[in-house]
């Protein structure tokens, strides 16, 4: 079946622009993340939604970033007035459910840079 | 909370020589170890895992052993290909009920012919 999907693949954004980018997890996947990859470093962790509910943010570093699940599938990143320190590879990851043993499949991530 | 401390890359080695890549841990409890993969222009995938204590995970030739006296969990294999090039992840989830993962840094192996 399908996997995680992302798009933009790729988008470049002038320095204050808004962007938006967009997950699909798998289908019937309770769980939805978000990481933040810079280059040359591991992904580092956003956000977590269950279902609709998002129950931890504590990743996102600003303010400038707000996350939603509206419907408990496709979840959107958005980031307001971008900066260049925003410049990295955004990955999602689904997850059946929400157990500690459960495998995490990840997207190809949106690679984000900001000019 | 929860960490890992990976070895930096890159490694270069040749086809079938044998691979060693370090990572320890930091942890509240006993947490599931992973190893993720991510080759070029893909995704991070789940290479291995294990959830318990002396638990070896294998997958693809690889191996992993979660040993708990040296809060360690190396990822070795025997002889590597060309095709095994990509950027290996040590990973632990944190302990508050789901799966938010901590990564390690990554380390970069080439392999060459």
């Known amino acids: 079946g399908a996997g995680v999907s992302q798009s933009p693949r790729y988008k470049v954004a002038k320095r204050g622009q808004d962007v938006a980018l967009r997950c699909d997890p798998i289908?019937?996947?309770?769980?939805l993340f978000w990481y933040q990859q810079a280059l040359g470093q591991g992904p580092e962790f956003l956000t977590y939604f269950q279902n609709e509910a998002q129950l931890d943010k504590s990743g996102l570093p600003s303010d400038r970033f707000f996350a939603e699940r509206p419907e408990g599938s496709v979840s959107t990143l958005k980031i307001q007035r971008t900066q260049q320190e925003d410049s990295a590879v955004y990955l999602c990851a689904s997850s059946l459910t929400s157990g500690l043993t459960y495998e995490q499949y990840f997207g190809p991530g949106t690679r984000l840079t900001v000019t | 909370g929860n960490s890992v401390t990976q070895m930096e890359g890159p490694v270069t080695l040749s086809e079938e020589a044998f691979l060693t890549i370090n990572c320890t841990y930091t942890a509240t409890g006993y947490p599931s170890l992973f190893w993720y993969v991510q080759y070029p222009g893909e995704g991070l995938q789940l290479l291995l895992k294990?959830?318990?204590?002396?638990d070896k995970g294998s997958n693809k030739g690889f191996e992993a052993t979660y040993r708990k006296e040296t809060t360690s969990f190396h990822l070795e294999k025997g002889s590597v290909q060309v095709s095994d090039s990509a950027v290996y992840f040590c990973a632990l989830p944190n302990s508050g009920g789901y799966q938010k993962v901590t990564f390690g840094i990554g380390t970069k192996l080439q392999v060459i012919p």
């Open positions: 294990a959830t318990k204590a002396d």
């Open positions: 289908s019937g996947h309770v769980s």
